[in-house]
């Protein structure tokens, strides 16, 4: 069920309206737009009666819902979510981008990397400190020494800080030290993980399971939504094909394809999204102009030496000469007034 108010309906009348909900012993979530508020409600096994809104002042209609999707929806919220990221936000008219390495590896690695990232304007720090990775051989990550430093990166270089949790006792960690949580691919149906992502204070990252369907993608957010976390940017990192000359598939249809339903950003990653670093420039650039909101992009101040992901990471050259490029294609985007693909 969803309650719209009317878009001249009082703090008092939406009040009034949660408390029938909560009443009923179902969960309300507000949308509050710029024209109208919506109410999404959640917790019903069958269908919720209409008529126990239609009546109510303030109220404009209630619509039952018919399509699997309750919060994640335009009808919920017509207007795109802008979703504030520490002291800066997705979602925007700004691209953002969302630079850093794979893995945190030491606090000198982390440092030269932010020093040129933050020179060509990201406002935004990547870096696992906790990596899934497939063999469970290969580096893992530092843990909470990862965490302290990108910590003490966002202090020096004033970056907000998106790092992956990879299960709940993580998500307590990312929570002390950084500004949004990651949710990895491997993770992206790890059912409680997501609902404690819902109970979060930090906005979260999801990105696209290895072989998402859209609908599992958006129903991934719904779980952390429906906790009350309404902070969500989802993430098209590649998905698997038979394709042998990249590492995934990027998808960059599912850009228009998340707009056509969603209100929630939506960024790129073609670093694992192609597995090879001189394929990311020109996939961050059709990202941006399919419409994306964002870019997170793996970058290494010694690519050959990373201890995760060294084929996909731009030298920091690279990746400046990368923004220049994809600032140009926003630049147009933005002119030409077409960024709400
Ligand atoms: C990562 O961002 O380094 C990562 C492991 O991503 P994904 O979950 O998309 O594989
Ligand atoms: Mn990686």
């Known amino acids: ?18 408390s029938i909900v909560h009443e009923l012993g179902l969960r309300p979530h507000a949308m509050r737009g710029a024209t109208r508020t919506a109410i999404g409600i959640t917790g019903n096994q069958g269908a919720v009666d209409p008529s126990h809104f239609e009546n109510i002042p303030g109220v404009s209609e209630a619509i039952r819902v018919t399509k699997p999707y309750k919060l994640i929806t335009l009808d919920l919220s017509p207007e795109k979510t802008i979703v504030r990221v520490g002291d800066a936000s997705i979602g925007g008219p700004e691209l953002a981008l969302i630079a850093g390495p794979c893995a945190v590896e030491s606090r000198a690695q982390a440092f030269a990397v932010a020093e040129a990232v933050v020179r060509s304007g990201a406002r ?26 990108l910590a003490e990166v966002r202090e020096t270089y004033g970056l907000n800080i998106v790092t992956e949790a990879l299960d709940e006792y993580g998500i307590d960690q990312v929570e002390r030290y950084a500004d949004m949580i990651q949710i990895g691919a491997r993770n ?11 109970r ?14 859209l609908e599992e993608w958006l129903m991934a957010a719904e779980y952390i939504m429906i906790e009350g976390n309404y902070q969500v940017v989802l993430c098209e990192r590649g998905i698997r094909t038979f394709a042998q000359h990249t590492r995934n598939t990027l998808d960059l249809a599912a850009v ?39 870019l997170i992009i793996e970058v290494h101040d010694q ?16 990746y400046s000469q990368m923004v220049d490029e994809v600032m140009n294609i926003h630049r147009v985007m933005m002119s030409a007034d077409c960024f709400a693909v």
């Open 303 to 318: 690519p050959e030496r990373a201890l995760s992901d060294g084929a996909q990471s731009l030298t920091l050259d690279q």
């Open 256 to 294: 228009p394809a998340v707009r056509q339903i969603s209100h929630l950003p939506v960024v790129i990653d073609p670093s694992h999204g192609t597995g090879k670093s001189y394929m990311v420039p020109a996939m961050a650039k059709a990202g941006v102009a399919v419409g994306a909101d964002g």
């Open 188 to 198: 992206m149906q790890n059912f409680s993980l997501l609902r404690r992502a819902g």
């Open 1 to 18: 069920m969803l309650v719209v108010m009317k878009a001249d309906a009082t703090e008092v009348e939406i009040t009034h309206v949660l």
């Open 124 to 149: 935004f720090f990547r870096g696992g400190a906790f990596k899934p990775r497939t063999s469970p051989y290969a580096f893992q990550g530092l843990g909470e020494e990862g965490l302290r430093i």
């Open 200 to 213: 979060s204070p930090l906005p979260v990252l999801l990105k696209r399971g290895l072989s998402a369907t």
